[in-house]
């Protein structure tokens, strides 16, 4: 079974930055596309950001310009560099393997642990 191991999560100030990382095994970007989810307290799971081996990339309207999704086929890592940091922005961020259909993506049955990201001051 595929495993996700994500890190980089914490607190931050409004206006910080946090870069986030997820590691999975050999070969799954090459594959798959990968994708940041995050859950605030209260609320359902949403799509951050997702990214494909060809660098096709996907973003929430919240987050477009302020973070950014980078793959790396080679590491297999999908890393998110998240700049002009929310309260808003506060939640559980969690890894995810999926796929692109139709510009879309669609993610798949596994999931990382999830790392929490609190933006407070």
């Known amino acids: 079974q595929e495993l996700l191991v994500e890190s980089g999560g914490g607190l931050v100030q409004p206006g910080g930055s946090r870069r986030l990382s997820c590691a999975a095994s050999?070969?799954?970007?090459?594959?798959?596309?990968m994708a940041w989810y995050r859950q605030a307290p209260g609320k359902e799971r949403e799509l951050v950001a997702a990214?494909?081996?060809?660098?096709?990339?996907k973003y929430a309207d919240s987050v477009k310009g302020r973070f950014t999704i980078s793959g790396d086929n080679a590491e297999n890592t999908a890393s998110l560099q998240m700049n002009s940091l929310n309260v808003e922005d506060t939640g559980v961020y969690y890894c995810?393997?999926?796929?692109?259909?139709?510009?879309?993506?669609?993610?798949?049955?596994?999931w990382g642990q999830g790392t929490q990201v609190t933006v407070s001051s």
């Open positions: 995810n393997i999926g796929i692109f259909f139709n510009g879309d993506y669609r993610p798949g049955g596994t």
């Open positions: 050999a070969g799954t970007l090459d594959m798959y596309a």
């Open positions: 990214v494909d081996n060809s660098g096709h990339t």
